[in-house]
């Protein structure tokens, strides 16, 4: 059985990090990661020492069962998905995301929301256990750029990362990220919230997130052919 974990956090230079999984454990190597790029950003703690979340909270989902592999994602399992995220992304300016979030195989969940949503970047770490430990099937750290925006000029770019499930490589795609931030901010590129609205919205209070991805988990046992459906209530 498995559980989704929710974690919002507000980092030292106000941006707000989303970190959604299904895997045990992984939660603090979210953190660390943060922790040592954000090092030299976080003016409250003093030279060399780790920086720190200024709020953050963490939510978990009742338990459930991956759906099994299969040869493609249901278009159920996919509009649960994005009706998810949509609760979950307001106002966040970084999103990790588990990439085989709910599913027993490699299938591309994630790739319409890094499309709708284009002023978050987006960080997808993926399953060991899943996917193996073959570098050439599961990378360290990838990052691709898009145009932020289609229309008009303005130059920012989308991070795409897609690494390994590792202390080290988030702290490298966040550092990516702050940095190429940064660079767009000097020539213009900056996010404009009045081209995506979502991003200048409050974030997703704890209780409304716990609801949010509770929903989710209870609607994969329809697309799951390992769950036996409840029989129906006999009637005289």
């Not at 770019?157 to 940064?182: G, L, M, N, P, W």
């Amino acid at each position: 059985m498995r559980q989704l974990l929710f974690r919002l956090c507000e980092a030292a230079d106000g941006r707000h990090f989303a970190f959604l999984t299904d895997q045990p454990d992984v939660e603090d190597l979210f953190d660390n990661g943060y922790k040592v790029a954000y090092k030299s950003h976080d003016r409250t703690t003093g030279n060399g020492i780790l920086a720190r979340w200024k709020k953050a909270y963490s939510v978990k989902s009742v338990n459930y069962e991956q759906l099994p592999e299969q040869d493609g994602l249901p278009d159920g399992v996919q509009s649960a998905f994005d009706m998810m995220i949509r609760n979950l992304i307001p106002g966040v300016d970084i999103f990790f995301c588990d990439y085989n979030l709910a599913i027993e195989a490699d299938l591309p969940i994630c790739n319409h929301m890094m499309e709708q949503y284009r002023s978050t970047d987006f960080v997808l770490f993926s399953c060991e256990e899943l996917i193996g430990n073959d570098p050439t099937t599961q990378p360290y750290m990838v990052s691709y750029a898009a145009p932020r925006y289609q229309n008009g000029g303005n130059t920012s770019s989308q991070h795409r990362i897609y690494c390994k499930t590792d202390a080290f490589a988030f702290c490298q795609s966040i550092h990516a990220i702050v940095v190429q931030r940064e660079k767009d901010a000097l020539s213009g590129g900056h996010i404009r919230t009045e081209v995506d609205s979502y991003v200048g919205e409050p974030p997703v209070e704890a209780a409304v997130a716990e609801q949010v991805i509770n929903r989710f988990v209870e609607a994969l046992p329809q697309y799951n052919s390992s769950v036996k459906a409840l029989k129906a209530p006999q009637t005289e």
